[in-house]
């Protein structure tokens, strides 16, 4: 007889989520935890992840009514519902954490688009003795993860690995992600990734965002560059970083979305950061840059 799997709850982006599958990253909350009472924000189970009606698709994304279903190929399907739901279903012997790491990479940043928020593609960290975080955004295989993990030797906490959750509040800017810890690269192959987990006390759920450093081009010799961006470049690196663009257009999210990035672009210094080749961790100029604008 199947064993019935057991739902955990988690703290990610800010959210309560009441997982089936194990979440990389979230914060684990206990039975008694008051925000659990509070509401369960997101639920993700395992089921059949069938999806019905007349679709619209845009690369490997469908969409029918308020649903969306995403697949990756040979390990499972993802339907988002109505940004409250997440039904998985693993293909085949899909391992339980290769199918997690589909979720987190893809499914869940799916649902906070279907929720209404802004998703960049980006890692987030607060140095010690910094009032906000540094957001370092950039295309996959840039480097991210790889200066993430730098900041946290340096004594980081961590806010996100991967995913970025923007909100507008009173105070300004606040963002959100997985704070649990972050992915290493262990080959060509997703699956040889390896996850670590940070400490407790050096995981922000939610803070200040008080800056973003995009990554750029790679120069072959002198120094690392950081360039300020304003204007249409600064919203240019904007819409460039925003985590899995096609869903925003899929769902028609667009329109409503450029007059906030617009609002961003003009609000949050924008850096462009230009790195030198083959160079992997942080150099001493590099780490005062993001002290200063912490």
Do not use: Q
């Not at 030797?153 to 996100?160: D, E, K, L, P, R």
């Amino acid at each position: 007889m199947k064993v019935p799997p057991i739902a955990r709850h988690y703290l990610a982006y800010d959210l309560v989520v009441r997982s089936e599958l194990a979440l990389p990253g979230g914060i684990v909350l206990g039975d008694g935890d008051p925000r659990i009472a509070a509401g369960v924000d997101i639920e993700i189970a395992e089921g059949d992840a069938a999806l019905h009606g007349p679709t619209r698709d845009l690369g490997p994304y469908r969409l029918a009514g308020d649903s969306l279903l995403f697949e990756m190929p040979r390990i499972a399907r993802y339907r988002c519902d109505a940004g409250m739901r997440i039904i998985v279903e693993r293909i085949g012997d899909t391992p339980e954490g290769v199918a997690a790491s589909y979720l987190i990479a893809t499914a869940l940043p799916a649902l906070l688009w279907m929720r209404g928020e802004v998703v960049l593609h980006a890692a987030a960290a607060v140095l010690p003795g910094a009032a906000g975080a540094i957001a370092v955004g950039g295309t996959s295989g840039s480097g991210k993860s790889t200066i993430l993990r730098a900041l946290v030797a340096a004594g980081a906490s961590v806010v996100a690995d991967d995913s970025l959750c923007l909100r507008f509040n009173g105070a300004g800017m606040t963002v959100s992600g997985l704070a649990g810890g972050y992915f290493v690269t262990g080959g060509d192959d997703d699956m040889a990734r390896r996850f670590e987990t940070v400490p407790a006390d050096r995981r922000l759920a939610s803070t200040r965002l008080a800056g973003l450093m995009m990554l750029g081009a790679r120069a072959s010799s002198g120094g690392p560059a950081l360039h300020v961006l304003g204007g249409v470049a600064a919203l240019e690196a904007l819409l460039a970083s925003r985590h899995r663009p096609r869903i925003p257009t899929l769902l028609g999210n667009n329109k409503a979305l450029l007059p906030v990035l617009a609002r961003l672009s003009e609000t949050l210094p924008i850096h462009l950061w230009n790195r030198r080749e083959g160079v992997a961790g942080l150099d001493p100029a590099e780490m005062a840059w993001l002290t200063a604008r912490g």
